[in-house]
């Protein structure tokens, strides 16, 4: 009965059913119990006339209307009632409609009136009350705390209003046993918690007798929602290290030995110790490692891919490191080569602009095995790129690249590579345990030495042409600057005019031939993107003028300093990756936030966190904290956080506890085969078809 399409519901047919499945994705019964309201309103008790004081919120009374009239002129006017019950009376006030009202409602029958109490010169009123016949079962107020559902404009123009949605539940239970929500959680984890069974909280959340049910509905439909997540991430993550088999990396040979004695530019981190002592922990079992590796900007991730690179080389194995964007991966092969010109290794660049006979002689390489770090953007995917034995593949800022593109690297060897994704934007642990439950996280928490802390300001319009003085102080020592400004999908025609005329105005600051700018936005051709940023890089022009494009990747040491305009406008998240474009030489670097004079309270937050600390992961979980965690990087497209109840940050005692349930369960009985486990995994089995979970990692 669950899937019975939702215009099968006495009360909605065809119209209301497309109408409900466009607006709020309710294609079935089932959608509609998992419906949930976000509030209820207390109509359970009835209160006396005689007891109102005036302070109260809102109030329900049983009585009569003795006396009815319009008072007042022209748009003043009004229809005034007097109520009464056997202890007093009331007025019962209506502005707008009072004609219908006037029209529709009868002296001398029973009403149960529920509103908002007021005063008005010094007597107490309802306005616009709530009126309803008086039934034998209303006749001491409601049984149940009446719901209040979400609903839109389009779906109360056609009658659906919150109260109507309302009543559709209300005639779904009615008719569903409760034998047909069938329970999904083993008994032993429902007795251990006190979580009320199934089918009881999905009656009780839409009609509760009181807000402790309610309360106790909502905690066990969390439990069960975080708790199947994670039941799927872990079964992932156990199939994985079980099913997958690995190459075995057996050695720490020469070339590692070599560069880590006599090349390295700088001692290691304890981080980066740590972290390359878990990848070479993973690489030994005959496992395939999955990896995922965040550390801030600048904490030295780099050198840990090209130790783990070494160490595949060691083996017998070639490695590749994967990256966005051109610029990127240019950047890496340059930094690479450099660190490696006096080692016996090879290292080729493949991007998209590498063409005829150089393609060709790369190709070569990397198929008989001369090259043995291949770094470059998606063209590695690409058929034509055969390894000879490929160990290791890296992957750089990971939610750039599409879950099936990452999958395209697992098939060029016959058994797949390791796998070391890395990412600058930090997640919240909460969110790692969620997201990327399946991978294996490390974390660089430490910054490598000599590296001065951004210094970081807040400045308004007002301070612009300081602002300006404090940037061409910065440029006469030979540094460089960035100026960025939002570009937003929805306004991007306002935002690439105000672009132009932020550029004119820097033009105008920064006059030629002394100062030379580049400008870099999404509407350049490709070619012209590349060139001016190039131009960047090597020093030709002071100044880069640019939109968000510029977020993940450009490394220019001499750069110290970044002015973001329009801040408010910016996730912390993406403010903190900006901000990681300067920073990289041993100058000190500056960081201002340019925002108009008025800001609300969530950009003064935001302007706040950044000014007060550098660390990534304190900006990430206040960026989830005041975004919630839907709009983290790439846990949108993964569609993982689709939880109708749970809130990951504000429930996490209750995520603790469904982590470990379901760690321990499956430590017990993997493939679900124990009776107690029966309801499980005929659970999981009729979701199979709607999710993506084994796409994730």
Same mark, same amino acid.
């Given at each position: 009965?669950?899937?019975?399409?939702?215009?099968?519901?006495?009360?909605?047919? *065809?119209?209301?059913?497309?109408?409900? =499945?466009?607006?709020?994705?309710?294609?079935?019964?089932?959608?509609?119990?998992?419906?949930?309201?976000?509030?209820?309103?207390?109509?359970?008790? $009835?209160?006396?006339?005689? /007891?109102?004081?005036?302070?109260?919120?809102?109030?329900?009374?049983?009585?009569?209307?003795?006396?009815?009239?319009?008072?007042?002129?022209?748009?003043?006017?009004?229809?005034? /009632?007097?109520?009464?019950?056997?202890?007093?009376?009331?007025?019962?006030?209506?502005?707008?409609?009072?004609?219908?009202?006037?029209?529709?409602?009868?002296?001398?029958?029973?009403?149960?009136?529920?509103?908002?109490?007021?005063?008005?010169?010094?007597?107490?009123?309802?306005?616009?009350?709530?009126?309803?016949?008086?039934?034998?079962?209303?006749?001491?107020?409601?049984?149940?705390?009446?719901?209040?559902?979400?609903?839109?404009?389009?779906?109360?123009?056609?009658?659906?209003?919150?109260?109507?949605?309302?009543?559709?539940?209300?005639?779904?239970?009615?008719?569903?046993?409760?034998?047909?929500?069938?329970?999904?959680?083993?008994?032993?984890? @429902?007795?251990?918690?006190?979580?009320?069974?199934?089918?009881?909280?999905?009656?009780?959340?839409?009609?509760?007798?009181?807000?402790?049910?309610?309360?106790?509905?909502?905690?066990?439909?969390?439990?069960?929602?975080?708790?199947?997540?994670?039941? =799927?991430?872990?079964?992932?993550?156990?199939?994985?290290?079980?099913?997958?088999?690995?190459?075995?990396?057996?050695? #720490? &040979?020469?070339?590692?030995?070599?560069?880590?004695?006599?090349?390295? *530019?700088?001692?290691?981190?304890?981080?980066?110790?740590?972290?390359?002592?878990?990848?070479?922990?993973?690489? !030994?079992?005959?496992?395939?490692?999955?990896?995922? @590796?965040?550390?801030?900007?600048?904490?030295?991730?780099?050198?840990?891919?090209? %130790?783990?690179?070494?160490?595949?080389?060691?083996?017998?194995?070639?490695?590749?490191?994967?990256?966005?964007?051109?610029?990127?991966?240019?950047?890496?092969?340059?930094?690479?080569?450099?660190?490696?010109?006096?080692?016996?290794?090879?290292?080729?660049?493949?991007? +998209?602009?590498?063409?005829?006979?150089?393609?060709?002689?790369? @190709?070569?390489?990397?198929?008989?095995?001369?090259?043995? %770090?291949?770094?470059?953007?998606?063209?590695? %995917?690409?058929?034509?790129?055969?390894?000879?034995?490929?160990?290791?593949?890296?992957?750089?800022?990971?939610?750039?690249?599409?879950?099936?593109?990452?999958?395209?690297?697992?098939?060029?060897?016959? $058994? *797949?590579?390791?796998?070391?994704?890395?990412?600058?934007?930090?997640?919240?642990?909460?969110? /790692? !345990?969620?997201?990327?439950?399946?991978?294996?996280?490390?974390? $660089?928490?430490?910054?490598?030495?000599?590296?001065?802390?951004?210094?970081?300001?807040?400045?308004?319009?007002?301070?612009?042409?300081? #602002?300006?003085?404090?940037?061409?102080?910065?440029?006469?020592?030979?540094?460089?600057?960035?100026?960025?400004?939002?570009?937003?999908?929805?306004?991007?025609? !306002?935002?690439?005019?105000?672009?132009?005329?932020?550029?004119?105005?820097?033009?105008?600051?920064?006059?030629?031939?002394?100062?030379?700018?580049?400008?870099?936005?999404?509407?350049?051709?490709?070619?012209?993107?590349?060139?001016?940023?190039?131009?960047?890089?090597?020093?030709?022009?002071?100044?880069?003028?640019?939109?968000?494009?510029?977020?993940?990747?450009?490394?220019?040491?001499?750069?110290?300093?970044? #002015?973001?305009?329009?801040?408010?406008?910016?996730?912390?998240?993406?403010?903190?990756?900006?901000?990681?474009?300067?920073?990289?030489?041993?100058?000190?670097?500056?960081?201002? %936030?340019?925002? +108009?004079?008025?800001?609300?309270?969530?950009?003064?937050?935001?302007?706040?966190?950044?000014?007060?600390?550098?660390?990534?992961?304190?900006?990430?979980?206040?960026?989830?904290?005041?975004?919630?965690?839907?709009?983290?990087? &790439?846990?949108?497209?993964?569609?993982?956080?689709?939880?109708?109840?749970?809130?990951?940050?504000?429930?996490?005692?209750?995520?603790?506890?469904?982590?470990?349930?379901?760690?321990?369960?499956?430590?017990?009985?993997?493939?679900?085969?124990?009776?107690?486990?029966?309801?499980? =995994?005929?659970?999981?089995?009729?979701?199979?078809?709607?999710?993506?979970?084994?796409?994730?990692?």
């Amino acid at each position: 009965m669950l899937s019975n399409p939702i215009e099968y519901l006495k009360g909605v047919g *065809p119209q209301k059913g497309e109408l409900l =499945r466009k607006e709020l994705s309710i294609h079935t019964f089932g959608d509609l119990i998992q419906y949930f309201p976000f509030r209820y309103v207390d109509k359970t008790k $009835i209160d006396k006339i005689s /007891a109102i004081s005036g302070y109260e919120d809102f109030v329900q009374i049983r009585g009569r209307i003795m006396h009815m009239e319009v008072v007042g002129e022209n748009r003043g006017k009004r229809l005034v /009632a007097t109520f009464r019950d056997e202890t007093g009376i009331i007025e019962l006030v209506w502005f707008q409609g009072w004609q219908w009202m006037q029209k529709s409602l009868q002296q001398n029958v029973t009403y149960l009136v529920y509103g908002r109490v007021s005063t008005f010169n010094s007597n107490i009123q309802i306005a616009h009350p709530e009126m309803d016949l008086v039934t034998e079962e209303t006749a001491t107020g409601k049984q149940f705390l009446e719901p209040v559902y979400y609903t839109t404009e389009k779906l109360k123009a056609r009658g659906l209003t919150a109260k109507a949605i309302g009543k559709l539940t209300q005639n779904l239970l009615q008719q569903l046993s409760p034998l047909e929500i069938r329970e999904n959680i083993p008994l032993e984890i @429902l007795n251990q918690y006190r979580l009320m069974p199934r089918s009881m909280a999905f009656f009780k959340i839409h009609l509760p007798g009181n807000e402790e049910e309610a309360k106790q509905a909502q905690r066990r439909l969390k439990f069960e929602e975080l708790f199947i997540a994670q039941i =799927r991430i872990c079964r992932l993550k156990i199939k994985r290290q079980k099913a997958s088999q690995g190459y075995t990396f057996g050695a #720490v &040979g020469e070339h590692f030995t070599n560069f880590y004695n006599h090349h390295l *530019p700088f001692e290691l981190t304890g981080a980066q110790k740590r972290v390359l002592k878990e990848i070479r922990q993973d690489t !030994m079992h005959g496992r395939q490692m999955n990896r995922l @590796l965040q550390g801030d900007v600048g904490s030295g991730k780099t050198m840990v891919a090209l %130790l783990t690179a070494l160490l595949a080389i060691d083996n017998g194995f070639q490695a590749c490191l994967m990256a966005p964007t051109e610029i990127l991966s240019q950047q890496h092969y340059k930094g690479l080569s450099e660190l490696l010109a006096d080692m016996p290794v090879k290292v080729a660049l493949l991007t +998209g602009s590498i063409k005829g006979k150089a393609r060709k002689q790369i @190709l070569a390489g990397v198929k008989e095995g001369s090259i043995h %770090l291949l770094v470059g953007t998606h063209a590695l %995917l690409e058929k034509e790129v055969d390894f000879q034995n490929l160990g290791m593949a890296i992957i750089d800022e990971q939610h750039r690249f599409g879950v099936a593109q990452r999958a395209r690297l697992w098939e060029k060897n016959n $058994i *797949p590579p390791h796998v070391l994704v890395m990412t600058a934007t930090p997640i919240p642990r909460t969110l /790692a !345990m969620t997201v990327y439950g399946d991978l294996d996280v490390s974390v $660089i928490d430490e910054m490598p030495p000599g590296r001065k802390p951004i210094t970081t300001v807040h400045r308004t319009e007002f301070q612009r042409p300081s #602002v300006m003085d404090f940037i061409r102080g910065e440029l006469k020592k030979g540094r460089q600057a960035y100026i960025v400004y939002p570009l937003i999908e929805d306004s991007e025609k !306002m935002d690439y005019e105000n672009l132009m005329k932020g550029y004119e105005e820097v033009k105008a600051f920064f006059p030629e031939p002394q100062y030379y700018i580049s400008m870099v936005h999404g509407r350049q051709p490709q070619e012209m993107k590349e060139t001016n940023m190039q131009r960047f890089v090597s020093g030709d022009t002071q100044i880069m003028v640019a939109t968000t494009v510029i977020e993940v990747g450009v490394n220019v040491p001499n750069a110290s300093v970044m #002015v973001i305009e329009s801040t408010e406008r910016f996730g912390l998240s993406q403010l903190h990756q900006l901000r990681g474009r300067v920073g990289r030489g041993a100058e000190q670097s500056y960081c201002i %936030l340019m925002t +108009g004079n008025k800001l609300s309270k969530d950009s003064k937050e935001r302007i706040n966190v950044m000014v007060q600390t550098n660390d990534g992961f304190i900006i990430s979980e206040k960026d989830m904290e005041l975004r919630g965690p839907g709009d983290i990087e &790439g846990t949108r497209q993964s569609g993982v956080l689709d939880f109708k109840l749970a809130d990951i940050l504000a429930d996490k005692p209750i995520l603790d506890a469904a982590r470990v349930s379901a760690e321990k369960l499956l430590d017990k009985d993997m493939d679900l085969v124990l009776p107690e486990n029966q309801g499980l =995994r005929d659970f999981l089995a009729s979701q199979r078809s709607k999710s993506v979970w084994s796409k994730i990692s």
